[in-house]
């Protein structure tokens, strides 16, 4: 047995589109995966303040449509700046907690009028220490969210462990992941908008390709959640639930630590012994030993872009 690493990763419903309750269940989380002895903490993807769930079952690239633009306008007022006395409330509920997080959020750009699917890193001693906003938004979430950059694609180092993390799609980006594994990641974060389908195949590829522990997390959605006021409401449907979580673990052989969760709530625990990733790489190093950078070289631009 070598070193052991405590994930806690919160399967778990937004308040949707409201920021500022969101990040008080946020905290609450926060405080009680702390609580627990947990040394890394991962949320889903976008869940301050949710996932825009009305791209895929709503007419999104209608043009000048009154009720998609009132959408739009929703979300960007409730997405997250990360410079805020509420958000510096989370950097600061993170420090009491002593755990490593990462945090998905809906980033309001400079401009104020766009918005990045972003990881926020958390570490518990510095504060935050990095921002990866998604590459490349998949199909209709680009009609809501703007392109990310290579800034994010760095690894942290919490108590001598080395942890990355990814958004949704991006885990797929054979490119993405080969960066991630260039860093020396021994757990990866894979934050999800949630549902099994996304989630059970590509963890354990991203978990055996890499040699490294992967910890996939995703949130609970349904038509319940959408507030009453909200512009589309009477398009959405009253039966529809959008994500089932799915959150899961996976081994560096590929083999399960957690299988896929579907629908409960709450923290999904694991206790990880990053010798193994060590054991694995004997044979395999995808960025190692078995590279060859005099045959096959992956440039990484990981200047942060902005207008």
Request: negative net charge; charged residues 20%; hydrophobic residues 40%.
């Amino acid at each position: 047995k070598g070193q052991l690493m405590r994930v806690a990763a919160v399967q778990d419903s937004p308040v949707y589109l409201d920021r500022t309750a969101t990040l008080e269940l946020v905290k609450e989380r926060i405080i009680e995966a702390g609580e627990g002895g947990a040394d890394l903490i991962a949320f889903p993807e976008v869940f301050v303040s949710g996932y825009p769930v009305w791209i895929d079952v709503t007419d999104a690239s209608a043009w000048e449509k009154h009720d998609q633009q009132e959408a739009f306008a929703r979300y960007l007022e409730q997405s997250v700046d990360l410079g805020s006395p509420e958000f510096l409330e989370v950097v600061e509920t993170v420090k009491s907690s002593g755990a490593f997080t990462y945090l998905g959020v809906v980033e309001k750009a400079a401009s104020g009028g766009s918005v990045y699917c972003s990881l926020v890193a958390i570490d518990p001693t510095i504060g935050i220490v990095g921002v990866h906003r998604k590459l490349k938004p998949t199909y209709g979430e680009r009609l809501v969210w703007a392109d990310g950059d290579g800034a994010g694609l760095v690894a942290h180092e919490h108590k001598g462990v080395q942890v990355t993390g990814l958004n949704c799609w991006e885990n797929w980006m054979p490119l993405a992941r080969t960066a991630m594994y260039s860093t020396g990641s021994q757990i990866h974060v894979a934050a999800w908008p949630g549902s099994v389908g996304l989630t059970e195949d590509i963890t354990r590829f991203i978990a055996k390709e890499g040699r490294l522990f992967v910890v996939s997390v995703g949130a609970i959605y349904d038509s319940t959640m959408i507030p009453q006021d909200f512009p589309l409401l009477d398009q959405l449907g009253s039966e529809d639930k959008y994500h089932n979580g799915g959150t899961c673990i996976a081994g560096p052989d590929g083999t399960w630590v957690v299988e896929p969760n579907r629908g409960g709530k709450g923290i999904i625990w694991a206790d990880l012994d990053l010798s193994e990733v060590s054991r694995q790489r004997q044979n395999f190093d995808p960025t190692g030993h078995y590279s060859r950078p005099d045959v096959l070289r992956l440039h990484i631009d990981r200047e942060r872009l902005a207008p």
